[in-house]
Structure formats: C-alpha cells, structure tokens
C-alpha cells in the first residue's frame, strides 16, 4: 500500500515537473531530467515528514482534551450526587422544621384558619361592596391575608379588624362624592355620587350600580318604574327634613334584575304580526271613535242652538226637520206625521254611520288575540317537539305570544267597547231630541188644526 502511495506521488511531481519544465526551460537531456525528478522528490519528502510530525502533534494534543473533558464529566457527575444528597438532607431538615412549627405554634395555628377564612369571606364582600366605588383597592389587602400559607402579622391582623370596622361605620352613612360614571353608550361623565350605606347608588336623579369586575360606576341600561325614579330625584334635591327613597335591600341585586325586564316595546315585539294587527284594529277603532265624537258634538252643537230658534231653520239635522214642517203646515196631522218621521230618518244614518264598525273590531280584537294564542302554542309545541324541554328560552318566544297576544286582544276590547258605548249614547241623544222636537210639532199641528 505504501509503496503504492509512492508510486503516485512520483508519477503526481512528475507531472507537476513535467508541467514546469514546459511552461520554463526544458531538460536537455536525460540525465537533467533525472536530477530534476530527484530534487523534487527529496523537496517532498521532506514536505511529508513535517506534515506527519505535525499530525503526530496534533494527536496528542487531543487526547489530552478528550482526557480533561472525561475528568470534567466525573467531576461533574460526582456534584450532581452531592447535590442530590443534599437536597434529601435538607427535605427532611425542613419537614422536621414544619412539624417543630406546628408544635410551637400551638393555638396559634387554629386562630391562622380563622383569619384565613374570615379574611377570604370578608375580601369577597369588600370585591362587590357598594362602598367599594368610593374607596377602591380595599380588597387586595385582605384577599392576600386570605392567601398566605404563613402566619400574620400583630399590625396586619389589626389592619384586618380596622377594614372590619370601616365597612361596619360606612354601612350607616348617607354621603355624596365626586366619581366618573360610565353610561349605556360608553361615556364617562364626571358627576356627584350619592351612596346610601351599601345598598344603593345615585347619580344625576338616576340609579346607578357599581360593576366590581370592571372598577365602575355604570348607568343601568334600563331604570326601573317611574315613581321609583321620580323619587331618586326629589330625594337628591332636599337639603333638609325627610324625603322617601326606595332602597334596594339586596345591594344592587334587584336593579340588576330590572335590567333584564322586558320593556313596553319588547312586550309588544313578543305578539309578533298578530299583535300588530291587533294594536292597528285598537287604532283605527280609535280613530272612528274620535271622528264620531267629534262630528257629533258639532252635530249636537248645532242642534241645541237650532232649539233656541225653531223660527228660523238652519243647515242642521233639527233645522231640516223644521224646514219639513214649514213647507207642510197646510197638511193633515197623518201626513205631516209621516213626513217628520221620513226626515228623522233621512238624518238618522248620518248620526249612525261608522259606529257599528267600532262594534265589530270590539269583537274582532280578542278573537285576534285567541289566534295569537294557538298560534304561540303551536311553535311552543314544536320547540318541545325539535329540541326537548331542556331549556325554557326555546319556549319562551312562542309562550310569550300566546300571553301577549290575549293581553293585547283584551286591552284593545275593552276601549273600543267603552268607546263604541259613548258614541252610541251619544247618538242616541241627538235621534232623541229630533224625535222629541218632531213630536212637538205634531201635538202643535193637532191642536191648531182642531181649534
């Protein structure tokens, strides 16, 4: 193999020789040209040697990294041991501190659990208090007494007791400060607050509620009825002598609740297209019930004022009656008796028009409000049909219908039977004074025509 080698880095200088001597001068003969090839390969002979020499080297070298770095790794497998071992040692060193913990503590550890408990009860009533919106960040203290795992603190423990006794004094005050309050629509307006104890907050004659989870005093998005309002109001305004208030007992909980009242337009949403109906047959109703009244009275109007002159007849119900009898006092007592009730009848239906419609959508409302009914009932049904009665909300739009829908009904007949009432009286008077002033007449024309 050796030999081999050799042979090719001759037949290489050669090569390389050969390369040199054409690119300068040539060998003349022979002889030069085996001289040449002898310096040349004593050059690289020794050119081997010094590389093998440093290879040798460099050998050596490496070992004796590879051998620092094998006594680097048992160095460092022995610390990790040592470590190791001293870790266990100091586990049972610190779970025979804890036990001597324990013993010297005594009482001591029971009374820690009471505070831990009270403290995490009393930090969750301070999260929500209404006193809170006032004076935030109460909480953090006693929520991190709560948590700990070490004992407290004598001031920590008397700081606890003192939040005790500030909660307990603000409870039954009656204040007013300055705070941001946030509206439905995301504006902060900076206004007096008024807080009564825990229970309630105000702000601009409204009731507003503190939201613990945002840090806010906010609007509610729906205030409840409007004498409780209205009082929120007059109470803020006094600056002395008692004023009533309603006071939400439940700290807020109550005026939540009215948030998700259903508000008049949302009643009305629930009747859907049958309720709708329903409320335009009430107006229309409404309406020829107002036109009726109206006309009537200018009718009746003008019929009183034609009885105070039945010489002169005018363009009104009473002043054609009047008129018929001038033009027919020549006749018999039969006839003109005939003519007056056949003008008493021409009148008639101007007085009577449109009123019976009044009567008939009185009628019509609560049979709209029935088919509401059924109609509610049927998509309740099919809800419990499709998906169970595992959740109330899927019934709720079509039990609403059915319930508002007969409240509508009933609400829009009872007005306009109420109203068809008073046009119909108030028809039936003005008929009445035609057919007295007509009968009148008669018993005149009789006793002249007998004298």
Known sequence: MKKLITTAVLAASFSLTAGMVSAAD??????????????????????NAKREREFQNERGDKAALLQKEKNALAAEKQRGKDLNQAFLDNERKIAQLEEDLKTAQGDLGEMFG????EAGDFAGKLYASNISAQYPGRDKFIADLGARKQLPKINELERFWQEQLFEMA??????????SVT???????NTTIHRIGTFNLTADGKYVVYNADLGLVQQ???????????????WEGITSGNEKFYVDPARGVLLNIFTNKASFEERVE?????GYIIIALLALGALIALERLVTLTIIGGKVNSQRKNVNN???NALGRILKVYQDNKDVDVETLELKLDEAILKETPALESRISIIKVLAAIAPMMGLLGTVTGMIATFQSIQLFGTGDPKLMAGGISMALITTVQGLVAALPLMLLHAIVVARSKSIVQVLEEQSAGIIAAHAEKRAN
């Open 26 to 47: 040539a060998p003349k003969s022979i002889d030069q040209l085996l001289q040449q090839v002898k310096v040349d390969r004593a050059n690289e002979s020794k050119t």
């Open 114 to 117: 009471v505070v831990k408990g």
């Open 170 to 179: 603000e409870s039954g005050k009656v204040v007013k400060f300055e705070g």
């Open 183 to 189: 509206d439905i629509d995301g504006n902060v307006v």
């Open 220 to 234: 509610l998005s729906q205030q409840p009825d409007g004498y409780q309002v209205s009082a929120v109001g007059d």
């Open 270 to 274: 629930a009747g859907g297209t049958i």
């Open 313 to 315: 007849p005018g363009n």
